[in-house]
């Protein structure tokens, strides 16, 4: 869902503007803040105002080969360089190459008596000099309202203040002034009035005892920008912010089809698989084996010389490697191979859009093929909340045309807990693994429960988790419904021997009717002789009444010649 | 500022006063000072005191070495503690106040 602003933005062509190097503030911007001048950065204490500057300055240095000063009215130059260490920054290197100016104005009010006028020339004359130094286009102030504890005039500091701001704008830097969020208005001591080009507000909240940092564009002018709150991350990686907009359903989609890891089941679908870049779901009570599925699914994708990332949010990676070795998966070779990435972290760590932003930096600088979250069902929060998460990390899989495998636990015996019905839509592919008891046993047995785009089948399918793969067994359906485990030997035990029986009075039936045919055909044969021996007398005593008549007519003939002879 | 140093006692006797003087160009402020600060010294400090008067336009880098913040600037280095003093000096009091001076008093060495 990064934003795609750029086509309604025309007015970008007349501003030019400096990439800050950050991943998605970027985007949310349209490329960056606006070049040659200033750009209030503000927020609260401990939001990552100093951080994300120094981001900026560096990635200027070291990808855009832009240098760049560092003003620090707070921190001293070499507690800077040792803070933004953790970030990977090498901030004394890029001094050393002349491409980076740390300067720390060192403010101490206690010092400092006051007579009669005075200016703050020192401040450009240093600035001017800093930046001579490098050359530098950029430039931060960090934070530059720390000027007004030290010193009471706030009139002569104000115009200063002004001063310096347009004397930037000549300079023609990209400039960055920090300020601390104050009540009612931006920064403590109102500077934003004085810088009007752009305002970016960061914002660290706490919600049930877990932060989330926040980002959002106040004003940009002569530019469009992204007007909502983007959740960012400060890690050992930088700075990323993740542009969120509402859910895109733009995205190209693939009929390529991807095992899943587990020959059995992908005879369960229509085409043999998931579609790739499609998102699946694998609901299960505890220990029905989901992270073993998903275990397989990983392999199926690393074997096939894919990348595959794994978030784990209960087990860190080595248990998970561990525990898979008995389920017949070495996934270390993945891991060693850099097919597979395990990203664990207790759900805990961070808020949702942490999470999510994690993930997303994750899966853009790992390029999967593949990611599998197990589960989905450990984050806790508002509901509503939770399918936001689950919807953009499903957005940005389908994006990026990643396949999807998502593991969530159900709670309550009933198949559809809440947690999976929230999410079920956002799923294209369902299975549900479930267990049946019965005959003092617990057997496993799954279905599928939906296949977006291609047949699947309706069949309940008992597995076992064997040390050399899940395995599927043909279901028994019968009057007794399906049967699992013992209970289903047992019925097919007895239905052999029911089939037995019955095969045996089949063969009774059939002597006796051999029997029977046999005597009836006897019968016949006798009727039949019987028939031929009346039909043979018959004849007999036809020829002879022919005979006679034959005598009767000579007879005849012979008395009436004899009587004309007479007559 | 055609003098960079202005000596007018021994700097290595014990409560001299070795003062710089920041300016940042011939700006009516920096002029005003230098001209306070001289009336100043004479008056409270004469033959112990020492001005250095900086022109940051010219010593640029010397605005972030002394940690200068405004100008016009006026640093007591000796006798300690630092002190400093901002403006164009021309309330003498404070300025006597930030230099650890009581009119016509000897400070403490």
């Known amino acids: 869902m990064t934003e795609d602003l750029a086509g309604e933005a025309p007015e970008t062509l007349a501003l030019t503007k400096a990439p800050t190097g950050i991943k998605g503030l970027d985007d949310v911007t349209l490329g960056g803040l606006p070049k040659g001048r200033p750009t209030l950065l503000c927020g609260a204490a401990g939001c990552g105002k100093t951080l994300v500057a120094m981001t900026f300055l560096v990635n200027g240095a070291t990808q855009f080969g832009e240098t760049g000063v560092f003003m620090s009215f707070e921190e001293r130059a070499e507690d800077l360089a040792a803070n933004v260490a953790s970030l990977g920054y090498d901030v004394d290197g890029l001094v050393a190459d002349k491409r980076l100016v740390i300067d720390h104005v060192r403010i101490e009010p206690a010092e400092i008596e006051v007579s009669g006028e005075f200016d703050f020339e020192p401040l450009f004359v240093r600035l001017g000099y800093a930046i001579d130094q490098v050359g530098a286009k950029r430039v931060v102030l960090d934070t530059i309202e720390a000027l007004f504890s030290g010193f009471k005039d706030q009139a002569v500091l104000r115009a200063e203040i002004r001063r310096l701001f347009s004397w930037l704008k000549d300079r023609g830097v990209t400039a960055v002034i920090t300020g601390e969020r104050g009540d009612g208005q931006l920064t403590r001591y109102g500077i934003e009035e004085y810088v009007s080009d752009c305002v970016i507000l960061l914002d660290n909240r706490v919600y049930d005892q877990v932060t989330t940092r926040r980002l959002r564009i106040v004003k940009y002018r002569g530019s469009s920008h992204g007007t909502n709150e983007y959740p960012f991350l400060i890690d050992d990686r930088g700075v990323s912010v993740m542009p969120i907009t509402s859910a895109g359903l733009q995205h190209r989609i693939s009929s ?28 299960g009570l505890a220990g029905t084996g989901k992270s073993t599925f998903s275990a397989w699914f990983a392999n199926a994708v690393c074997n096939r010389g894919e990348r595959c990332l794994y978030f784990a949010f209960e087990e860190s990676p080595d248990q998970i490697v561990r525990n898979m070795r008995s ?85 309550a015996s009933d198949h559809t807990s ?61 009057q007794e419904g399906v049967l699992t485990g013992a209970a289903r030997q047992a019925q097919e035990a007895r239905e052999r021997s029911e089939a037995w029986e019955r095969s045996q009075a089949v ?61 | 500022m055609t003098p960079d140093a202005e000596i007018t006692s021994d700097p290595a006797k014990a409560g001299h006063y070795n003062l710089r003087l920041y300016v940042a160009g011939q700006t009516p402020k920096s002029l005003a000072a230098i001209s306070n600060l001289k009336t100043i010294c004479e008056e409270h400090l004469a033959g112990m005191y020492t001005i250095e008067v900086i022109d940051l336009l010219v010593k640029p880098q010397l605005a972030a070495g002394d940690q200068i913040l405004a100008v016009p600037t006026l640093v007591r280095r000796l006798p300690p503690p630092i002190k400093r003093i901002i403006g164009n000096l021309s309330d003498t009091d404070r300025v006597l106040v930030g230099l650890d001076i009581r009119s016509g008093e000897t400070p403490p060495p």
């Open chain 1, 327 to 411: 389920a017949g998966i070495d996934l270390q070779k993945h891991v060693d191979s850099g097919r597979l990435l395990f990203e664990s972290a207790r759900p805990s760590l961070y808020g949702l859009e942490m999470h999510l932003t994690r993930m997303h930096r994750d899966i853009v600088e790992f390029k999967p093929a593949a990611v599998v979250v197990d589960p989905i069902s450990a984050f806790r929060g508002v509901q509503s909340e939770i399918h936001g998460t689950l919807l953009r990390l499903a957005d940005i899989c389908k994006e990026r045309g990643v396949t999807a495998f998502f593991t969530s636990l159900s709670l």
């Open chain 1, 418 to 478: 809440e947690a999976d019905r929230g999410v079920s839509s956002l799923m294209d592919t369902w299975i549900s693994l479930t267990d049946v008891e019965a005959s003092g046993e617990r057997n496993r047995v799954m279905y599928v429960l939906k296949a977006r785009g291609m047949s699947h089948s309706n069949q309940m399918r008992e597995y076992l988790l064997t040390s050399s793969g899940v395995r599927l067994i043909e279901p028994y359906v019968g």
């Open chain 1, 256 to 283: 390529e089809i991807v095992p899943t890891g587990v020959p059995d089941l992908d005879a369960m679908f229509g085409l043999g698989g998931f579609y790739r870049g499609s998102s699946v779901l694998l609901s």
């Open chain 1, 507 to 567: 063969a009774r039936r059939t002597r006796e009717l051999d029997r029977r045919r046999a005597s009836i055909e006897r019968q016949i044969a006798e009727l039949r002789a019987g028939l031929e021996a009346e039909e043979n007398e018959f004849a007999m005593l036809a020829s002879q009444e022919a005979g006679r008549e034959d005598a009767l007519t000579a007879d005849r003939a012979a008395m009436a010649a004899k009587r004309s002879a007479a007559e």
